[in-house]
């Protein structure tokens, strides 16, 4: 069946949708996170990957900007509609509106693993393989106790996924005018950077416009129960399931 997308732009309106540390370990660290910048630096100038499976939506990219209109962006739901009470859509231009979509659902997904990784980490301390089983206490002081070295190895793994990140959906700061700044390729819709490992991804422009609000509305969830788990934590220094289970 011919998956072309269709031409004419006007038949694509409807589809868009604390611990201590000697000089000598500071040393040491200092040495790891000079390593991890420099893996992530060289990531950004490595080859970025064409996926095989590209999406709906990528099919119908380069006419994002020219057939945009932010009130039938996917993520718009009743009885909210179009949820903006700061009129932030309304001052901003195309390629900025793109830059928020591109900063929600990052931010998003990033919440949606801190929210199951504040349970999953606060669950298992004490019987965890990793660490000797040492890291205890509410998931906001876990970071803090890992060995030295392990947080460096951290970093350098979101370094490298950032590089990639921008690889994928931005424009080469050299190839930007000035007043432009982080300004997104034209045919990149934002979130899509080809990540698809199993195959979920819908091939109708109205399926994925499904997905895709689903992600948003799991997202924003997640971004506040990310907060919520921050605060309840630093405000009594309890873990959240510590709360759930004295409640």
Known sequence: ???TPPTDISQLRHHLPTNQQTPKNKIKMMKLVIASLLVGSAAAFAPAPVSKTSTALNKFARYWQEDFDASNLPGI?????????LGLAAKADEKTLKRYREAE????????LAAVGFLVGEAVEGSSFLFDAQISGPA???FTQVPDGWDALIITFIGAAEAQRA???WVDPA???????GLLRDRYYPGDIGFDPLGLKPDTPEELN????KELQNGRLAMLAAAGFLAQEAVDGKGIIEH???S
């Open 244 to 246: 759930l289970q004295s």
């Open 1 to 3: 069946q011919d998956q």
């Open 210 to 213: 499904v997905m895709l609000t």
């Open 140 to 142: 906001i002081t876990h």
């Open 167 to 169: 690889q994928i959906g």
């Open 77 to 85: 739901l009743p009885p909210m509609g179009f949820w903006d009470p």
């Open 175 to 181: 190839d930007v005018a000035y007043d432009q700044p």
């Open 105 to 112: 659902v990052t931010h998003g997904r990033v919440a949606m």
